[in-house]
């Protein structure tokens, strides 16, 4: 009979875990606009650590080392943040890039050969999924690589870097991606399998809660004010709303910020004029996100290029409906779950009409379906999946 007398012995179909590493370009440390983006990151790491431990190691402007019980975070140097703004296209980046990638590689090796994790996840395709290659080669470790739409698309067409991203992703134990069509597009990358996993976050309960049953509805955009977001395309379909459509508005909060920030606050000043009843708000941490889906009655979601957003699943854990354009993955969940109403296409009017179609609807009668979509993106049941996943 074979005992499991080791953390990496074979007991029956499973190898025992003790210790998983985790690799990312991206962790929040507090600063505004980072919790949608990385804190899911933090939230998938910390259910992690309620079943072994984990390592983090995170790129950061300056190293550091925390330790929270079984959940250690171990934040490496790099010349520039965040690393978003790194462009393999712009030769002024090129040796920041080349140090970020040295840099990375150090810190997981130090990890690998200090304390020897079980299983490296790399956090996103690049540069998450080089460090997690390179080491876990170096190593002999096994290691899976968790994709987002932005490294995918962002970098599947650049010539040199389309070919790491194969090399990468074609080694890895088990590839994932954090949306449905996103996967299929790794696959056509590597010609290997590649398992839709989605990212969400833990959210508190909200300060209030439910839907309303008829007008005036409260409406609710957070997020980047960046062209992929649309939220120009909001701003432009809240102006062909009639007098009529506002009546049936109690308030629209916008929260956020980014690039397009004189374009958003002249239109909701211009708006404010008209006296229609808009707000706009900075970028918020959980519990503030929490409270403005907890006082909403829809989600507006006008993104323009998107795969499953965080937000998304946010509003969904917290049964919010949502009013959102058909891109990505958002017409196939809609059709699995009609949990709130869809534009017929991507354009500014095709969005207004989503608007009024809420505004005529009934926002409570969504409830339902919101309850069955919200299984999917159970935290608790997504660990659960990628612990059983990486052990067989």
Known sequence: MISCRTRTEWCGLKTRMDHVGLITSSYPDGKPGQEAAGSF???FAYELSLHLRVTVVAASSVDS?????ALTVRRFAVPRT???LLKPLRPSDWIPIIQTLHAGRR???SLAKLDRPDHI???WALPGGYWAEAVARQYNLPFSIWALGSDIWGLRDVPFVRTKLKTVLGRANIRYADGIQLARDVEEICDLECRFLPSTRQLPQPAESGLSSKPPYKLAFLGRWHVNKGIDLLLDALFLLTDQ???KIAEVRINGGGPLDGQVRNAVRKMQTLRRPVTLGGYLDKREASDLFGWADYL??????ESIPVVFSDAVQLRTPIVSTP???LPRLYEKSPFGIIASELSVPAYAEAIRSALNSVASKYVDDLNLASQEFDLKKIVARFLDEIST
């Open 245 to 247: 459509d506002w009546e």
């Open 82 to 84: 965040p690393l978003s």
């Open 65 to 69: 080392l925390t330790s929270d019980g």
């Open 41 to 43: 990151v933090a939230d």
């Open 121 to 123: 996840l790399g956090l």
């Open 107 to 109: 810190a997981l090796a």
């Open 300 to 305: 507006l979601l006008p993104s323009r290029i």
């Open 327 to 329: 891109v990505g993955d």
